[in-house]
Nanobody
């Protein structure tokens, strides 16, 4: 009942920046938290960042804390992931997810997922 579409991925050099967007449609009036996950080739999907419905609480994986910022604009039904100081190890497909009253690191607790956007960081 919620559709998510990621955009903004691409190829950047190490040290560069990208801003990912996740546009939501459907039952967006429900109090969904949002999360960003990523999956590198041959690796398990991992949590990157989460944000509460109000935007008042954010959580980050240790690997991105201080470099990435998650934010949301509920009026636009959009969640963002600002990625700065990118490293080659950030290369992955990035997914956004919506969870009813959830925004943490456990992927199975999210209810809806986007199809992903590729981020590649060259060195």
């Amino acid at each position: 009942q919620v559709q998510l579409v990621e955009s903004g991925g691409g190829l950047v050099q190490a040290g560069g920046s990208l801003r990912l967007s996740c546009a939501a449609s459907g039952r967006t009036f429900s109090p969904y938290g949002m999360g960003w996950f990523r999956q590198a080739s041959g690796k398990e999907r991992e949590f990157v960042a989460g944000i509460s419905w109000s935007g008042g609480i954010t959580v980050y994986a240790d690997s991105v804390k201080g470099r990435f910022t998650i934010s949301r604009d509920n009026a636009k039904n959009t969640v963002y992931l600002q990625m700065n100081s990118l490293k080659p190890e950030d290369t992955a497909v990035y997914y956004c997810a919506a969870g009813l009253s959830y925004y943490g690191y456990t992927g199975k607790n999210y209810d809806y997922w986007g199809q992903g956007t590729q981020v590649t960081v060259s060195s």
